[in-house]
C-alpha cells in the first residue's frame, strides 16, 4: 500500500527541518565507529580492568573476536515494572555465549516509579530523572569495550532516558528488552470508582487501599494503558524490539524466549557481520513517525508529546506539536485501552496486541514499511504475533479478524476516523490535549476559571465545596522552570466527580498529566510557562476562558487592552526538600516542552 500522502507530507517536512542536524549526527555516528570504538584498540591494562569482574567469562572476552554486549539495567524492586529484571543479566549471559557472543552489566540507571511519587515533593524529580537516566546511560556505555547493547526499560522516563542516552553511541547495534505488565488485577474503571468515591468521602482509605493493592498486585508494568505502555508500543513500531514482544507477562516460557532471541538477533547485527544495524540507523525520521502514529492509533500517552521530540533531538532529528497536530487527523484511533477503554493491556494483547494495530496500519499505508527494524523482515515482522509451538518461539500472521472489536479493530471499522489529539493556541500561549477519551461534547469548555498554584490547593478548594460550578481549573507554576513539571493525575478524581455531577470542567496547566488520565478535556504542557513571565501568570480568578478542541482555541476571553495592561503574579520561590534543590541547574537550564523540557540537550545545543 502506498504511503499515505499526509503522513509522507508530515515525514518530508521533519526531514527538511531537521537536515543539518541529523546529517551532523550521522556523521558523528560514523566517526565513533571509525575512532577506535573496538577492545582491539584499547591498552591492555584498560582491558584487564574491564575484563577483572568476570572470571567466568574472561577467556571468552580476551580475545575481543566476538560481540560483547553492553547491558544498561534499570532493575529496582521498589518498581514492579523492573523487578522482573533482576535474574535478565546473568540468564543473558547464557544467552550471549549460545550466540557466540559475550555480556556484561555495563551499569545501571535509576528508575523511579511515579505511581509512589504521584501527588509527593518526588514528583518533581520525575522528568529531570530522564536526563539523570540519559547521563547514566552515556556513562556505562562510555568504556568502549561493547560492540553492542541491551537496554532494560519498560516505564515512564526510563525507556526516553535510556534511548536519549544510547543514542549517542549512535554506531552501536542496540535492542531494547521490556519485561511485559503484569496479569490483570481488578478492572480499571472499578479502581477508578473507588477512588472517586474516596475523594467525595464515600470510601474510607482502609477502602482505598485495598483497591489500590487488588489493582497493584503483582511483579509487572501496571495494566492501564499509560506512559510506560505507550512506551513499549512506540518500540515496537520503531523497530527496537524483538517483534511483539511488549505485552508478554513476565514469568512465562514466551517472555523468556522473547528475551533469549533478543540477545541473539543483537549478536547478529554487529559490524563484524553482514547485517550491521546500528541504533542510530534504525531511528531515523521514519522510525519517530512511526513512533508518532502509534501513538496516536492507541490513544496513547500525551507523555510522549514531551518524550518524543527528546528521543528525536538525541538523533539529530526535530519533530514539533504540528507535526503531531497533522498526524492525529490522518490516522484513525483503533484501539480503546483504559483509561481510553475498559479493556486493560492484557486484553488488548489477547485481543490482537500491537501486531494487530501495526500490521493495519501498515495495510492502509499509514505507517512507514520500509524502515529499519532490529527485526530481519522490516516493520512487517512487527505485524505478526510470537508464540511458543512445541516448545519454540515462533510468530504467526495477525488474524484478519480482531479478537475483541470492542478492544482493537480493523481501519474499516475504527472507533474514531482520528487520532484524538489537537494543538490548542490563543492569548494563553499552546497548549495539548488529548480527547480519545473525552465525549464530544465536552470539547468545548466556556467557564470562568480557578486559580491555584499547586494541585494540594486544588484538592482543598474541591473538598471544601468551592469547585461545584462550571469551572476551568487553573494550575500554573507546573512548567519544568518552576517545578520540574509533575504529573498533575491526583487532580483526575476530584475534577472527574465534578463532571460526574454534571458540572463541565476543564483543566488548564503548564504541568503534566499522568499517561493515565483520560476523561476530563485537559490542556496541559501551557508554553510559555508561568514562570518566566508566561501569560498564564495573568489570570484571575472569575476570567472566562474558551477551551475549544474543535477549533484548537485556548482563550482568555478578556477585553484585549484590558489583557494587555494586566501585570502578571507573583512568581512563587522554588521549593527544597526531598532532594529538589539539586536539580537547580536542571531547572534553570531546560527548554519548553514542545523541544522535549530537557536541560541536557539545550546545553549540548542538541
Not at 528488552?177 to 488485577?185: A, F, L, S, V
Not at 533469549?260 to 554487529?270: F, K, P, S, T, Y
Not at 483509561?339 to 493495519?360: K, Q
Not at 478542541?549 to 494586566?566: F, I, K, S, T
Request: with cysteine; net charge neutral.
Amino acid at each position: 500500500m502506498a504511503l499515505h500522502p499526509e503522513i509522507a507530507a508530515v515525514t518530508d517536512r521533519i526531514i527538511e527541518r531537521s537536515r543539518t542536524k541529523r546529517a551532523a549526527y550521522l556523521e558523528l555516528t560514523q566517526r565513533e565507529r571509525d575512532s577506535g570504538a573496538d577492545r582491539p584498540k584499547l591498552g591492555c591494562a584498560n582491558l584487564a580492568h574491564a575484563y577483572a569482574g568476570t572470571d567466568e567469562q574472561r577467556e571468552l572476552l580476551t580475545p575481543a573476536n566476538r560481540m560483547n554486549i553492553g547491558i544498561v539495567t534499570s532493575y529496582n524492586d521498589m518498581l514492579s515494572a523492573h523487578a522482573t529484571y533482576y535474574r535478565y543479566p546473568e540468564q543473558m549471559k547464557v544467552w550471549a555465549i549460545e550466540a557466540g557472543a559475550t555480556a556484561q552489566v555495563a551499569g545501571g540507571v535509576p528508575a523511579m516509579c511515579d505511581g509512589v511519587t504521584q501527588g509527593y515533593q518526588g514528583m518533581e524529580l520525575s522528568l529531570f530523572s530522564r536526563d539523570t537516566i540519559a547521563l547514566s546511560t552515556a556513562i556505562a556505555l562510555s568504556h568502549r569495550t561493547f560492540e553492542g547493547a541491551a537496554l532494560l526499560g519498560i516505564c515512564d522516563k526510563i525507556v526516553p532516558g535510556l534511548l536519549m542516552g544510547a543514542l549517542r553511541f549512535g554506531h552501536l547495534p542496540m535492542v531494547l528488552i521490556p519485561g511485559g505488565p503484569m496479569r490483570t488485577g481488578i478492572p480499571n474503571k472499578e479502581k477508578a470508582a473507588v477512588r472517586e468515591a474516596y475523594a467525595e468521602g464515600k470510601a474510607t482509605r482502609e477502602d482505598l487501599l485495598a483497591s489500590e493493592i487488588a489493582a497493584y498486585h503483582s511483579k509487572g508494568t501496571c495494566t492501564f494503558y499509560g506512559t510506560a505502555n505507550s512506551n513499549q508500543m512506540m518500540m515496537e513500531a520503531m523497530g527496537l524490539h524483538m517483534p511483539g514482544a511488549a505485552f508478554a507477562n513476565p514469568g512465562t516460557k514466551l517472555r523468556q524466549e522473547l528475551t533469549r532471541a533478543a540477545v541473539h538477533r543483537l549478536a547478529q547485527i554487529g559490524w563484524n557481520g553482514n547485517d550491521y544495524r546500528p541504533v542510530g540507523h534504525v531511528v531515523d525520521e521514519r522510525a519517530i513517525v512511526n513512533a508518532a502514529i502509534v501513538l496516536l492509533a492507541t490513544g496513547g500517552s500525551t507523555n510522549h508529546l514531551i518524550h518524543l521530540p527528546a528521543i528525536a533531538r538525541s538523533a539529530g532529528i526535530v519533530i514539533d506539536w504540528e507535526d503531531f497536530d497533522r498526524l492525529s487527523r490522518a490516522v484513525p484511533l483503533l484501539t480503546r485501552v483504559y483509561p481510553n477503554g475498559s479493556a486493560d493491556v492484557n486484553g488488548f494483547e489477547d485481543a490482537g496486541g500491537p501486531p494487530f494495530v501495526i500490521r493495519e496500519l501498515l495495510r492502509g499505508g499509514l505507517m512507514h514499511g520500509d524502515a529499519l527494524t532490529v527485526a530481519s523482515g522490516g516493520m512487517t515482522d512487527y505485524g505478526r504475533k510470537p508464540l511458543i509451538k512445541n516448545d519454540k518461539l515462533t510468530w504467526n500472521d495477525s488474524p484478519a479478524k480482531s479478537g475483541d472489536d470492542s478492544i482493537v479493530r480493523t481501519l474499516d471499522a475504527p472507533f474514531s476516523p482520528e487520532g484524538g489529539f489537537r494543538i490548542l493556541a490563543g492569548n494563553l500561549g499552546r497548549a495539548c490535549i488529548k480527547v480519545s477519551a473525552v465525549d464530544r461534547d465536552r470539547w468545548t469548555i466556556e467557564a470562568p476559571c480557578r486559580v491555584f498554584q499547586d494541585q494540594q490547593a486544588v484538592q482543598d478548594a474541591f473538598k471544601a465545596g468551592e469547585l461545584d460550578r462550571d469551572i476551568v481549573v487553573v494550575v500554573r507554576f507546573q512548567g519544568p522552570k518552576a517545578n520540574g513539571m509533575p504529573e498533575l493525575h491526583k487532580l483526575t478524581p476530584p475534577l472527574g466527580v465534578l463532571q460526574n455531577r454534571g458540572f463541565r470542567v476543564a483543566l488548564v496547566t503548564d504541568g503534566r498529566m499522568s499517561g493515565a488520565s483520560g476523561k476530563v478535556p485537559a490542556a496541559i504542557h501551557l508554553s510559555p510557562e508561568a514562570f518566566g513571565g508566561g501569560p498564564i501568570g495573568k489570570l484571575r480568578d472569575g476570567d472566562m476562558i474558551r477551551v475549544c478542541a474543535e477549533e484548537g482555541v485556548l482563550q482568555a476571553l478578556v477585553d484585549p487592552a484590558e489583557w494587555d495592561a494586566r501585570e502578571r503574579c507573583e512568581t512563587p520561590p522554588h521549593a527544597e526538600g526531598t532532594g529538589r534543590e539539586l536539580f537547580a541547574m536542571l531547572r534553570t537550564n531546560c527548554d519548553e516542552a514542545e523541544l522535549g523540557a530537557s536541560a541536557m540537550l539545550a546545553q549540548a545545543g542538541l
